[in-house]
């Protein structure tokens, strides 16, 4: 049985617990892997050695801290086949999506290439007689991110790029069901030149999560997960003088309007709704047509888009989507259909029974779909984080804009329209943090930031681009006078610049 260990100074670290957690293959259903779990000790121990590097690491000027990044993203490169098999033989997604999931983290260590211009500060010359007034950004010291299964090299680096750029050291705690892109991610950035303890991989469970949320050396914590836990978090990391960000779940509704084209609408939902088995917090579950019209014209063709869809193994080049990650997980999505039925939305197709031959035992659910979903349905106001897609319809665009505005999260949303003027307002109006037109799955570039509204995310500053920045940085503001001549009296009143 392979152990995987934790990641800390520059080496691999092996723990002391006794606690582990199973890593699978979701192909097979078998055990691949043991992560070992850290303890609270080795936990502060790790904390300690990033809070000593920290301080050399931030001395270091900005531009040398660029040079890491960039062969940091020349070695990532060199290695994406292998680092994508891996991704794929622990999560389950298909190896061309396990590319996509680590380019997309590369856009970000791109962005921190040009972090000597981004931090540069402010400055204003003859702001009172004699004074110049100037800013400046500093690191905060050691900050941490608590990253999810479904984006294991993605979010990562949408983290500890900005992070490590901007002069900070950082403890990653990863998932605990597909941990080893991580280790390897940490590997890679040594091998690039960033000194031992800069980047750190601990594993672990909740009580990883809680000794990060509490340990007084960590400045900031960066969080991706469900809505429930992301509050949780904000709640306890404030609670401890922490800088949160905590990125929860969302319910992705796509507004079709009946002069859309219904051809490329299609395609969009198929591979927002059923890419990497719908286990992405900027999936589109829900799809809103507008008029009876339209709304009986998609039915009719998502039924036979379904029909044409492959489910395989993660390594088979012309499936379209592998495994869910876990048995658990699947169950749960198998419930919530269930439930969907019970509510009274019609199941008009149903996954639940599909089997990949030769693969029984893999952790495998087919597509589904269902129509006539209402607003008052459990299935509905949760998020299923499935390979499911809801319909939901809808008379008027007012009507169509109104669900995602009062739905309780507000990460992202969609609109499908040739009509300018409608997608304009649609934009403007709709309650909602990443709006797309036309474009099914509106994850902001690198050189913009990520983050919902609502319960979709709880803190004040997104992830990655300027906002990230921000997050992990603090600013201060000098006021400079070099006086000349005879001695001024001292003043009792505020100064101000006469």
């Not at 294991?152 to 790029?161: D, L, Q, S, T, Y």
């Not at 089997?355 to 597509?367: A, D, N, S, Y």
């Not at 319809?393 to 300018?420: D, K, M, W």
């Not at 920045?469 to 006086?483: E, Q």
Request: proline content about 5%; charged content about 20%.
């Amino acid at each position: 049985m392979r152990d995987i260990a934790h990641f800390v100074n520059g080496q691999t670290l092996v723990g002391a617990s006794g606690r582990f957690g199973d890593v699978f293959n979701p192909n097979t259903g078998e055990v691949q892997a043991r992560v070992q779990f850290v303890t609270d000790a080795e936990l502060d121990a790790a904390v300690q050695v990033a809070a000593k590097a920290q301080v050399g690491w931030a001395q270091t000027n900005p531009q040398r801290r660029a040079r890491v990044m960039f062969e940091f993203k020349r070695l990532i490169e060199r290695d994406m086949n292998t680092l994508a098999e891996i991704l794929s033989s622990e999560h389950g997604k298909v190896i061309a999506d396990s590319k996509g999931d680590i380019q997309r983290g590369l856009e970000v260590i791109e962005f921190a290439f040009g972090i000597p211009h981004i931090l540069k500060g402010e400055y204003t010359e003859g702001a009172g007689p004699g004074i110049d007034v100037y800013s400046m950004r500093q690191p905060l010291g050691v900050c941490a991110g608590i990253t999810p299964f479904n984006f294991p090299a993605m979010i990562p680096m949408w983290m500890f790029g900005i992070s490590i750029a901007v002069g900070n050291t950082f403890i990653l705690k990863p998932s605990e069901k597909d941990p080893t892109v991580p280790v390897k991610l940490a590997e890679l950035m040594m091998e690039a030149g960033a000194p031992a303890g800069v980047l750190n991989v601990v594993h672990g469970d909740k009580s990883a999560v809680d000794a990060i949320l509490t340990h007084p050396l960590i400045r900031a914590v960066s969080f991706v997960g469900s809505s429930d836990i992301a509050h949780y978090v904000y709640q306890t990391g404030t609670a401890h003088g922490k800088r949160v960000q905590a990125m929860g779940g969302a319910k992705n509704h796509g507004i079709v309007l009946p002069d859309a084209d219904m051809d490329q609408v299609v395609k969009d939902l198929s591979g927002a709704a059923f890419g990497s088995a719908g286990e992405r917090c900027m999936a589109l579950p829900v799809v809103v047509p507008v008029g009876q019209k339209t709304a009986d014209e998609l039915r009719e063709r998502m039924v036979a888009e379904i029909a044409s869809l492959k489910v395989g193994v993660s390594t088979d080049p012309d499936a379209h989507y592998g495994p869910v990650v876990s048995a658990q997980h699947r169950d749960k999505i198998a419930d919530y259909i269930r439930i969907g039925q019970e509510e009274g939305a019609e199941l008009v197709v149903d996954g639940r029974d599909f089997q990949l031959q030769g693969f029984e035992k893999g952790f495998f659910i087919g597509p589904s779909l269902f129509d006539g979903v209402k607003k008052g349905m459990k299935t509905y106001h949760e998020e299923i984080f499935g390979p499911v897609l809801q319909i939901v319809r809808a008379e008027t665009l007012e009507e169509a804009i109104a669900l995602p505005s009062e739905h309780q999260y507000g990460n992202g949303v969609a609109i499908f329209t040739r009509n300018g003027r409608a997608a304009r307002e649609f934009a403007a109006n709709v309650n909602v943090g990443m709006v797309g037109i036309n474009v099914p799955i509106p994850v902001p570039v690198a050189y913009h930031t990520f983050g919902g509204w609502k319960r979709s995310a709880f803190g004040d500053t997104n992830q990655h681009g300027v906002e990230g920045v921000k997050f992990y940085t603090k600013v201060k503001t000098v006021t400079a006078r070099w006086p000349e001549g005879e001695v001024a009296d001292s003043s009792f009143v505020i100064p101000t610049m006469k």
